[in-house]
Structures are given as structure tokens and as C-alpha cells.
């Protein structure tokens, strides 16, 4: 095997174990989030495996630590209650029927292990009343 052939084998498996690196890397934040509904009812499927899920705090199931490292709550579907643990540091706004994005495993004994907790914020993103925005538009001279 001559030289040439050596440098282009090893730059095969180079670019190769890269690629791949980067697809186990890429591939867990392509995962969209299931619904709390959508995950209890196939229970048995997702048992143990990383998962994003998306549900709101049930209300009176928020018990966060003095030092905010630590939360227990309940997380609800339109159907299903899921109880998730949570060690990490806390959002600033997690609260009580607000809706979250959890990132960890189910486990066997039907709580969801939480790694990563994500709070959203609905109003952000509803749409404003038409009359009132073209008004105020009006008002500011930004529409004629």
C-alpha cells in the first residue's frame, strides 16, 4: 500500500467518524417535543429514552428547593398528569399554570426524570387584536 492510498484511507475515516459525530450531536435537537397525552399513551415505547416533552404546571404541584436547585411538579396534559423531577437551576419564571418544555427520560416507576427545563411564555406569541394594532398604528404614523 503505498503512501497516497494510506492519507486517503486515513482521511476517509477521519471525515467519517466527524460526520457521524456530528449527526449524534445534531440528531437529539431535530427531536420535536411530544405532548404529555401523546407520551403516557405509549408509555411502554418511551420508557427510558431521552424525550422532550410539552405540557403546562398543574396548579398546586409546584415544590421548588429554598436554594432553587430542585423542583418536583406535575405536569399535565389534556388528559394525563405526569409528576417530573427537576435538579438543576430553576427559570426565574417557572410558575404554576405556565407551559414548559422538559428534556430528560421517563422512568420505570412513571415519574420524568428532568436535565433540562425550558419555560414558555404564550402571550409572547399571541396575536394582537387587529383593530387595536392598526389603531395604535395609526396613532404613531407608521399606517395611512
Known amino acids: ?13 477521519i471525515a467519517t467518524t466527524i460526520a457521524y459525530a456530528v449527526y449524534l450531536g445534531a440528531s437529539s435537537s431535530w427531536q420535536y417535543y411530544l405532548q404529555v397525552d401523546e407520551c403516557l399513551g405509549q ?3 418511551f420508557r427510558g429514552k431521552r424525550l422532550r ?18 423542583a418536583n411538579f406535575v405536569l ?4 394525563h398528569k405526569l409528576p417530573v423531577w427537576y435538579r438543576g437551576s430553576i427559570p426565574d ?7 414548559v418544555v422538559v428534556e ?5 416507576d412513571g415519574h420524568f426524570q428532568c436535565e433540562t427545563l425550558i419555560t414558555r411564555c404564550a402571550s409572547k406569541y399571541a396575536p ?17
Open 43 to 45: 408509555a411502554d415505547l
Open 1 to 13: 500500500m503505498g503512501m497516497r492510498t494510506k492519507l486517503l484511507l486515513c482521511g476517509v475515516v
Open 93 to 99: 419564571n417557572l410558575a404554576e399554570g405556565r407551559d
Open 128 to 144: 394582537k387584536d387587529a383593530s387595536n394594532a392598526a389603531e395604535q398604528a395609526k396613532e404613531s404614523g407608521t399606517l395611512e
Open 104 to 108: 430528560g427520560a421517563l422512568a420505570g
Open 76 to 79: 399535565e396534559g389534556n388528559e
Open 53 to 70: 416533552l410539552s405540557g403546562r404546571v398543574a396548579a398546586g404541584s409546584l415544590k421548588a428547593s429554598p436554594e432553587h436547585r430542585e
